[in-house]
């Protein structure tokens, strides 16, 4: 269980010790910290709670902002100054570790009495990994389920406590909830020609047997068929090309889609603005008994190679992960580990669609790991884009995103 409040910090201050031992020392070592964290998000508080510790390591804080994190980080890199400790979205994280950029943390993983690697969910635990060896930790997660508005189910039919379990019944309920006359789609989801693309496209490839070295399979042919149905068959607005998760849940809460494939992140914006009974399934999967598969969002922990600090600033790592379960009641992100229980809310819609989630997290693969993500990335927008326009069949697009991605690949 995880050491927090003011009197356990007082007490341990009154002690003359930290939570790991470190003894107060004439003049503090400063760790230097980045991330995209604002003063409401973990990072900024967790830095505050732990300094009043007074373990002897001073810890700074720098809010950097999200479109310049790889660039910056791996300038500062490159010149030497670099912070110790960086959060990264976890598909950069392998950029980073595949050119030595971050420290290699297995032995001090292995030894620490605070970082049990076991409580992990296994995807956020691989987006750390490179070469058989550990780069970090995850700081926190998030995947994608199907939201499905219940009342809608009800006056189309359908049953309102079963939905739609694969994929063909997932496109059958979407035809029977599409309602022009009403402007109401049977689906929202994003095929955006972006990360967010790619974040909600590959658990469907996966869950088809495919994976982004083999995006040409046949699974995933159908599975891009599939989405090609649906927005040829306007089961789905048209923008779904153009528009992010965020937009494309926004239908969805404003009753102009019957279903939605999102994240946890939107949950408190559901309960605000949906005006209607809903719920959350885990994602469909190609047949009865599939392989799942979901996506894996959000960031890791790494400390930098180049750290003049590497004990102290782990001290600051294994401080954060006795922390992670105040990730959720704290801070609303849900924490990576499988060994914390989430606490309920007490608003039930919101509570019934967290557990959904967190057995959905128990899917979720990560996006790579590759230093070259980006690219491969890329190259799988590309075939959404191209099929879901017509240019091309699914099958050959699919096919030259795999040439694509061979050549990165090597």
Partial sequence: MAIRG????????????????LSAK?????????????????????????????????????QIQFDDVVSEAMRAYSTGQAPDI??????????????????????????????????????????????????????????IALYYNKDMFKAKGLDPNKPPQTWDELVDAARKLTDPSANVYGLAFSAKANEEGTFQFLPWVQM???SYEHINSEGAVKALDIWKT????????????????????GTFNSGNAAM???GPWELDRMVSEAKFDWGVALLPVPEVGAERSSAMGDFNWAIFS???????????????????DRMFKDFGQLPARSDIAIPETRVPLKDAALKVFIEQLKFAKPRGPHP?????SKAIQDAIQAALTGQMTSKDALDQAAEKIKAVLG
């Fill in 230 to 249: 649906i927005i040829t068959e306007k089961l789905a607005s048209p923008d779904t090309l153009t528009r992010g998760q965020w937009d494309s849940t």
């Fill in 306 to 324: 180049n750290t003049q600090h590497p004990a102290e600033a782990f001290k600051v790592l294994e401080y954060f992960a006795s922390q992670d």
């Fill in 86 to 143: 960086i959060a990264i979205d976890n598909p950069e994280h392998a950029l980073f570790s595949s050119r030595g950029a971050f420290l290699d943390l297995t032995d001090m993983i292995a030894k620490s009495t605070v970082v049990k690697i076991s409580s992990y969910f296994p995807g956020p635990l691989a987006s750390t990994m490179w070469d058989g060896k550990n780069y970090g930790l995850p700081k926190a997660t998030n995947t």
């Fill in 372 to 376: 070259e993500w980006p690219k491969i």
């Fill in 26 to 62: 004439a003049e503090d070592v400063t760790i230097n910290v980045w991330s995209l964290d604002r003063d409401i998000q973990p990072a900024p508080n967790l830095i505050s709670d732990f300094n009043k510790l007074n373990t002897g390591i001073k810890v700074e804080y720098r």
């Fill in 6 to 21: 003011s009197a356990i910090l007082g007490a341990l201050a009154l002690a003359g010790v930290s939570l790991f031992g």
């Fill in 260 to 262: 939605a494939i999102s």
């Fill in 208 to 210: 088809a047997g495919g």
